[in-house]
Each structure stands twice: as structure tokens, then as C-alpha cells.
């Protein structure tokens, strides 16, 4: 089945990097050499690699997971991370298979029948064994890539299908799971994390966020560290640095411009800032991803 996945993907990715598709929530990816540590947001998400292998870290955690084993990510995340396994005759190839959080809750709802530690929190994202059914679900809602007729009626099922398969292995539901429980600690920060995303260019303290979930400080500090692997500040300014970059590449404006949009009164500093994350200033970084775009293009 992997070497079919491979096959497909390989054929389906018309350029390196990240390839959207006709199906709305899966994104294909090919890399045909290693590549240096990259900066980026996981959505909530599956990821199976097909052929090849990749280092993802998070805060100070890191998993390194290849075609044996798949990754998933419950919530929106800053990560870092390296292909080390690739190669032009055999590149690296990969699916994504986003979640929107509405989904996740209400297949949580219909699929929770033991109890739940509602105080427990555990880092959003892991890597687990890949199985055959679950392949093979990857596989069929992939191959509607083919049969765009089929799309509308046969993606959400197969996605739906997708999601259930990962809560109904309880050994690794731990990360969805610890979202059910509207009044536990996972939730709440689940829905902070939404605040933040809907908030991005307004000020936002700890103590609102914390206040706004119903928990103190130091609880809410605690737990949002435990799940994202970085405090709520440090969270925030990654998702301005973030959006910046994308401002200054797709929607070409300059460095100055995407520093104050995203809430920076000072271009220094965000200028500091944004060469400590990505490891090149912005005009590096823009000078560099231009030219690689402008050599598509070609």
C-alpha cells in the first residue's frame, strides 16, 4: 500500500514542496533532496510519509518518524523540521490530511465512553505505528484526486472515516481524547489558542487569555507549556513571525510593512526577532524564497 501511496503521490505533485489539491483538507508533499530545518504551523492534522523519512521538533521535543509510522498534530503548532531521508531518483513524499477542530469535537462527542482525567494535558503531537486500514483509507481518499465527480459525496466520509480510525485506537487517542471534556484543562486551552488565532493583531495579556478559559495564571501557563511546548507569549509571537512571512510572500509587501501589520512598533526588532526563528533576516529570507519561486515559474 505504501508503494502504491508513493506512486500516486509522486505522479499527483507537480512541483517540490507542498502541493494543495482538488480535495480541500489534503495536501501532498515532495522533496527531492534533505533539506535544512524549516520553520512552519502544523493545522490539526494527519501526516503519512510514503518514502523517505523526517525530524520534526517542537520546543525541546523531537520525533523522527518515516514510512512505518504516521504523525499527528491536534492543534495548531509552531514547528521546526528537517527531511533527512530523500533523494532525486527517490524522493521524499508524504500526505497531510487536515482536521478542522468542529469535526474533532463532534466525533469526540459520539466516540468518548470511558472516563476521562479532565485535569490531563499531554503535548499535542506524536507519532505512532502506521496501520493497514488506516492506509487504506488514506489511499481511497487520496485516489478521489482522479474522480473529481466523486469528491463532494465520498471525501467527507472517507475523512470522517479517517478520524474516527484514530480515536477508536484508545492507545492513541490520548491527544484527541483529552479534548472532550468541555470543562477539562485540554479544552480550555484548545479554545485559547482559537482566541489567539482570532485575535492575532490585537493585545492580548496572559491574565485575559487565562481569564477568558475560566483558569489562573499559573494553571493556564502550566498546561498551555505542557501542550505546545512553549509559553503563550512565545506562542503568540511565533504566529505574528509567521504571518509576516506570509504577508511578505504572497502578498509581496515589504519588510517594514508586515513588521507593523502584525503589531511590531519597532522594524529592528522585528527584524532581530524573525532572523533568531527563521535563522535569516527577512530580506535574506525573502531574496532566497523569491528566487526559488521565480525558478518554478521557469
Do not use: W
Amino acid at each position: 500500500m505504501l508503494e502504491k501511496l508513493s506512486t500516486f503521490i509522486e505522479n499527483k505533485t507537480a512541483q517540490e514542496g507542498l502541493n494543495s489539491t482538488v480535495i480541500p483538507f489534503v495536501k501532498l508533499f515532495k522533496s527531492s533532496d534533505k533539506t535544512p530545518v524549516l520553520n512552519t504551523v502544523y493545522e490539526p492534522s494527519l501526516f503519512i510519509i510514503a518514502q523517505g523519512a523526517k525530524i520534526v521538533m517542537l520546543g525541546n521535543n523531537t520525533i523522527e518518524y518515516d514510512r512505518s509510522s504516521y504523525l499527528i498534530s491536534t492543534m495548531h503548532l509552531p514547528v521546526s523540521g528537517k527531511i533527512i531521508e530523500a533523494q532525486p531518483h527517490k524522493p521524499f513524499l508524504s500526505v497531510q490530511v487536515t482536521f478542522d477542530m468542529e469535526l474533532i469535537f463532534e466525533l469526540l462527542g459520539q466516540r468518548i465512553q470511558k472516563p476521562i482525567n479532565p485535569l490531563q494535558t499531554t503535548l499535542a503531537i506524536s507519532s505512532y505505528h502506521v496501520r493497514d486500514q488506516l492506509l487504506d483509507a488514506v489511499i481511497r481518499l487520496v485516489e478521489l484526486i482522479q474522480t473529481p465527480d466523486d469528491i463532494e459525496i465520498l471525501a467527507p466520509l472517507y475523512h470522517k472515516e479517517i478520524l474516527y480510525m484514530l480515536l477508536m485506537n484508545d492507545k492513541h487517542a490520548e491527544e484527541f481524547r483529552q479534548l472532550a471534556c468541555l470543562e477539562g484543562n485540554a479544552y480550555k486551552i484548545s479554545q485559547a489558542i482559537s482566541m489567539m488565532r482570532a485575535n492575532l493583531f490585537e493585545p492580548l495579556s496572559v491574565l485575559e487569555l487565562a481569564n477568558s478559559v475560566n483558569m489562573s495564571i499559573s494553571t493556564f501557563h502550566k498546561h498551555f507549556k505542557t501542550m505546545i511546548a512553549m509559553s503563550p507569549m512565545q506562542y503568540r509571537k511565533v504566529q505574528r513571525l509567521q504571518e509576516a512571512k506570509r504577508l511578505m510572500v504572497s502578498e509581496n509587501m515589504d519588510v517594514s510593512g508586515a513588521a507593523f501589520y502584525v503589531g511590531y512598533e519597532s522594524v529592528s526588532q522585528f527584524s532581530r526577532e524573525y532572523s533568531k526563528y527563521f535563522g535569516l533576516s527577512p530580506s535574506q529570507d525573502m531574496k532566497i524564497l523569491r528566487q526559488r519561486l521565480n525558478t518554478k515559474d521557469l
